[in-house]
């Protein structure tokens, strides 16, 4: 009897842990204090939100004008949770019908110093919630949390009684685009900006050009975005970066642009003519800019870059210098001079606070004193402070989501992580926060743009603008909700929260369900998503035009693998096995890539494997072959080995796949994937 009391109470104990864990993840990012008691509780569905009228009189007219967004908005996700649900409380409480919001400041300026707490009150006496703001801003994050606090299996408040005092810890809590390699359509910077406000991210820094592109209009230099035609299409006009500025700042999120200068500067490739010099002027792969003596470059890139800055409103303006190397006839002195002169004008011409990466103090020595520096890589945030300079960590090992990751907490619990670590407490003011990157290189339609030599990398399917709704799911699927674990390590980073605790893997995938419901592109909840699939379903679907080409073999996927799986009939047919009806046709001889098209096609029935010679071919001896220049795969007249080791192929009964066996080329080990270029 002692034995089954003492097991009943150690039950009750741990049940008891357990709520009280779910409790400190009702709101995400989980706030700074919290107390909850009581049932839940109605909410009615004619709420209102309003200003009292001291709030009214302080705010300017465009604080105004987003704080009336931001009611618009909250009434819609508060309809949304509640929606299709009716069901009696258990609350002996009258249900909320009044929001009350009073701010201490009117202002609608969005910097570094903006303030963003919040207090919130809900009482079971009154009807009303209390919420009491530094700025409008932080009158939207408690509107986001008490949406939050709607349970959406009810349509009721989780609680009667609450009281939450937040505010973040850190005011730059940001995701980094890389609109420069991948272009990141308008509608799809507009979804990540609506999630990212869903967990109080605030800053979305703009990597706006790079290898593949310079990805703004400039009336200055318009042939830079002239020559972004086909499928190396997309960039933002200047009403695009106002509309963006625009929305950004109704939901309280900063723009930060990022000009990428002298490193990773292959989209100025059109400004030659213009007088922009390369480090290696006549290399195919050129993509370093000269800091020639006579100062040509640094006059059209000043130039450039003082137009953007005009367009970009926000007080910070970044511009790169990562990436940098002694090649050519760049030194590390010539790449020193003409970055310390940018920074120094970006601060005193343009009027900006200058930004940078961890190379332009650690490598180059060019950040002035005033330079907000990123870590990334080699260097921390604490060895930034430790200058004098501001610092934003961006730790790769954490926060970089290049590549796709597992759903669930394999995934992500690598993003919570201290961005604090090591930074002494004197030093805690020049830490401002920290920033997930989404870089989009796996996205490109040959490795880096052409600047890196090698062959079409994972993502390259959805490279072409025509593939701009996949590219947006598929983008969101990468970022989120790994990206939920970074946005709360920046607000609120808790030692004792374990990333992998049933607490909080529930609360990570009711935010995903919540955030999905509003419209958010998000990994579905208990899924692994990656560049080409979600939940082992392709963004694209293969059919008759899809190419061909290699990428690395993934046997054990449903997603890559099903479209690597083939089928080598009797009559020569090579027959796509998740969709029958294609087979690769027979193009005719030099011609890339191999196309897929109708089995019932003549051209279809054509192809022999010989398991001798290790060639697929015709019965006019031309080859499957893998083009040297940029790795794709086409039709080739046969040849020996010793002069065609491109023509090679092994295939694999067991798992349909057909390997390459170029060996000693990048192509080796890759198998023929059933892709869309």
């Not at 920033?435 to 040959?446: F, G, H, P, V």
């Not at 035009?545 to 890559?560: D, I, R, W």
């Amino acid at each position: 009897m002692a034995a089954k009391l003492f097991f009943m109470l150690l039950l009750l104990l741990v049940l008891g842990d357990q709520a009280a864990a779910a409790e400190q993840f009702l709101i995400w990012p989980p706030p700074q204090q919290m107390a909850a008691e009581g049932a839940q509780r109605d909410i009615s569905n004619n709420v209102r939100i309003g200003l009292d009228e001291k709030s009214t009189m302080l705010l300017t007219d465009e604080a105004s004008a987003r704080m009336e967004h931001a009611k618009t908005r909250y009434l819609t996700y508060m309809r949304l949770q509640k929606q299709g649900i009716s069901s009696t409380s258990n609350s002996n409480a009258a249900p909320i019908n009044v929001v009350s919001i009073a701010v201490e400041s009117g202002d609608h300026f969005l910097g570094i110093a903006t303030r963003y707490n919040y207090s919130l009150h809900i009482s079971s006496s009154s009807q009303t919630v209390m919420i009491k703001a530094a700025s409008i801003y932080g009158a939207m994050y408690a509107l986001e949390s008490l949406t939050q606090l709607i349970d959406s299996n009810t349509g009721k408040l989780y609680h009667e009684d609450v009281t939450i005092t937040d505010a973040p810890d850190y005011n730059w809590r940001g995701l980094m685009i890389d609109s420069g390699r991948r272009f990141f359509p308008v509608p799809v910077v507009k979804n990540l900006l609506d999630t990212m406000a869903g967990v109080k991210l605030n800053v979305l820094h703009l990597h706006a050009s790079d290898m593949c592109r310079f990805g703004v209009e400039s009336k200055t230099y318009p042939n830079l975005t002239a020559a972004l035609t086909g499928i190396h299409g997309g960039f933002y006009t200047q009403e695009d970066v106002a509309d963006l500025i625009s929305y950004g700042s109704n939901l309280g999120i900063r723009i930060v642009p990022e000009f990428d200068f002298p490193g990773h500067s292959r989209g100025y490739i059109p400004a030659e003519s213009d007088g922009v010099e390369f480090c290696l002027p006549t290399s195919d792969e050129r993509s370093q800019l000269f800091g020639d003596p006579d100062g040509k470059t640094y006059k059209v890139v000043h130039d450039l870059l003082k137009e953007m800055s005009s367009l970009f409103t926000d007080e910070v303006f970044n511009i790169g210098c990562d990436e940098t190397a002694v090649k050519g006839r760049c030194t590390l002195e010539s790449t020193y001079a003409i970055e310390r002169k940018m920074f120094t004008a970006i601060a005193n011409e343009f009027g900006k606070t200058p930004e940078g990466w961890e190379e332009a103090y650690f490598d180059a020595g060019a950040a002035t004193n005033n330079t907000i520096v990123n870590a990334w890589a080699r260097h921390t945030a604490a060895e930034i402070t430790a200058t004098g300079r501001r610092a934003v960590e961006s730790k790769a090992g954490a926060f970089y989501f290049t590549e796709a990751a597992p759903g669930g907490p394999s995934g992500w619990s690598k993003c919570w992580y201290d961005i604090s670590t090591n930074v002494p407490a004197d030093q805690m003011k020049l830490l401002l926060g920290g920033e997930m990157s989404m870089w989009s290189d796996t996205y490109c339609y040959i490795d880096q743009c052409g600047s890196a030599g090698g062959g079409p990398p994972v993502g390259a399917p959805l490279f072409p603008p025509t593939r701009d709704v996949e590219f947006g799911k598929s983008i969101g699927g990468m970022i989120w909700p790994r990206g939920y674990v970074g946005a709360a390590a920046f607000y609120n980073f808790n030692t004792t929260a374990q990333p992998d605790s049933p607490a909080f893997v529930s609360a990570i995938y009711k935010l995903n369900d919540m955030l999905q419901a509003r419209g958010s592109s998000v990994c579905p909840t208990n899924c692994s998503c990656d560049q080409l699939s979600a939940c082992g379903k392709p963004y694209i679907t293969p059919q008759p035009g899809t190419s061909v080409s290699l990428s690395a073999c993934k046997p054990t996927e449903h997603n890559t693998g099903d479209m690597q799986r083939w089928n080598m009939t009797m009559d020569g047919k090579i027959q796509l096995i998740s969709q029958p009806n294609l087979c690769v046709l027979f193009p005719g001889a030099n011609v890339y890539p191999l196309l897929l098209g109708n089995c019932t096609d003549s051209r279809a029935a054509v192809w022999q494997h010989d398991s001798e010679s290790s060639e697929i071919k015709t019965s006019a001896d031309i080859c499957w072959d893998v083009a040297v220049v940029n790795m794709s795969v086409g039709a080739y007249k046969c040849g020996p080995q010793e002069d065609q080791p491109n023509q090679h192929w092994s295939f694999d009964k067991d798992t349909g796949m057909i390997i390459s066996l170029d060996i000693g080329k990048d192509a080796a080990g890759e198998c023929i994937t059933a892709t869309s270029v």
